[in-house]
């Protein structure tokens, strides 16, 4: 007898539904050497997010989490529910903002919801999706929002 296997992935282009939100857990506590790392793995040399002494001299009174780095975390969170091993490619990001300051020690929750989707038209058997991803901290509130349009496989055997 043999047994029953499932591999993890992203759902496929014809699983995504319209309007329907995806909670992604678990969340992200977002520390101080993330922020370092990142801002340094990138070449950012703002002190917002590298010197504790200047930034205790600005409004926020201490670094901030680099705002590149929180994008990047609320992409990632959405990769196991709804893109791992599905995905072709991203497209495009569009309507990027931050609304409020990610700290040392926040944890920041994502959610997604699919805008829209449509078969590709020069890609049998795949499709285009718009994605709303949202990241919220621990407090619920807004940290960062992004519009992203992806490229998804449809189902093996399926149209998309």
């Not at 496929?12 to 678990?26: A, M, S, T």
């Not at 072709?88 to 829209?116: K, M, Q, W």
Request: charged letters at 20%.
């Amino acid at each position: 007898m043999s047994e029953r296997r499932i591999t993890q992935r992203g759902l496929y282009f014809d699983e995504l539904e319209e309007g329907v939100v995806y909670e992604h857990r678990p969340g992200r506590t977002m520390t101080e050497t993330d922020n370092v790392l990142f801002t340094t793995l990138t070449m950012n040399p703002q002190p917002l997010h590298l010197d504790r002494a200047w930034s205790e001299g600005t409004e926020f009174g201490e670094p901030l989490m680099n705002s590149m780095h929180t994008l990047a975390t609320m992409v990632g969170l959405s990769v196991g529910q709804l893109t791992q091993g599905t995905i072709v490619a991203n497209l495009g990001f569009s309507e990027v903002a931050f609304p409020a300051p990610v700290r040392h020690g926040d944890t920041i929750y994502c959610e997604t919801r699919v805008l829209e989707k449509r078969a590709s038209r020069s890609r049998p058997g795949q499709g285009i999706a718009t994605f709303e991803h949202r990241a919220l901290n621990q407090h619920g509130e807004l940290v960062a929002t992004a519009v992203r349009k992806v490229l998804m496989q449809g189902s093996p055997g399926e149209e998309a």
